[in-house]
């Protein structure tokens, strides 16, 4: 179980308590949380549920340096949101339950998703790339400014690499790693569906391969380096693995990987990567996916 956060006041605690009522938490009082990244990876290989391992991923505490960031942050909080209750947990992988596409990036922004308890939402990337989904069909709304706003992916998931918001956006590699099993887990319980992944930036695009690996699929050596625009399809589960497909299951089960910057202000303030840019991004994941064509005029 998770323990009283401390203050008496809640509003000031470090973090929501899980069962207290915050909109989409996924967790309850007695969900088991992992204290160590061996723990991690027991508890995410043993998720029976979808909604199980989410629950679970909301409630870590494996990584102390991050813990103190997050809830550190979440107590201080950004001037503009001083007034505002702050997630200050992991947050969870979000949206579709049987997803075509699979959107990963690199972890919780500390005011953003660390904030509001929902990847890419909250701060300037988020309101870039929801901009986008939504031009693009895979978005019910222009926007995602808070958990319960009604917001909802449509045929995409999203998840991050590390869970946790980490000091100047910079997890380290051991916090990288101890994280892993989290996005191994789930994409091990949406590879059914699954026909995309795109990928956002470089750490993400690294922290990938490994993850595609102990999954089952078949990852290409050496490892691609990451490009805006880079595509590569990766081969089908292997025979035995925990998930694995079906001769039968789309293609064997191969995934179109692609590349897509990061949207990220240093990014879209500069222009490295532009409405259009990203737009073709997913327009070309949901072509790949299978999904039904839009028009973006």
Known sequence: MVGDPGPADAAAAPFVPPGTGWPGDPAAPDTPVALTAAQVGELAADAG????????????RACPRLVEWREEVAVTRRKAFRDQRYWGRPVPGWGDA????????????????????????????????????????????????AAGDGQRLIGARMAAVVRC??????PTPRERDACIPWLTAELRMVARSLRVIVVLGGFAWQAL????????????RPRPAFAHGAELAV?????????????????????????????????????????DMIDAIFVRA???AGLPEIDLA
């Open 49 to 60: 549920s979808l909604p199980e391992l989410i629950a679970r991923q909301s409630v870590c």
């Open 98 to 145: 049987e997803p075509a596409i699979l959107i990963v990036g690199l972890a919780p922004a500390a005011n953003g998703g660390n904030r509001t308890g929902r990847v890419f939402t909250g701060d300037r990337s988020g309101d870039f790339i929801f901009a986008s989904l939504y031009r693009c069909g895979l978005a019910a709304r222009p926007d995602s400014v």
């Open 165 to 170: 918001a980490p000091p100047e956006n910079k």
């Open 209 to 220: 391969w490994p993850v595609l690996a102990a999954g089952g699929y078949q990852v290409p």
């Open 235 to 275: 081969g089908g589960q292997l025979a035995g693995r925990p998930g694995a497909l079906s001769d039968d299951d789309h293609d064997d089960g191969r995934l179109l990987i692609l590349g897509c910057y990061h949207p990220s202000q240093q990014n879209t303030f500069t222009g490295r990567v532009t409405p």
């Open 286 to 288: 949901r072509e790949a």
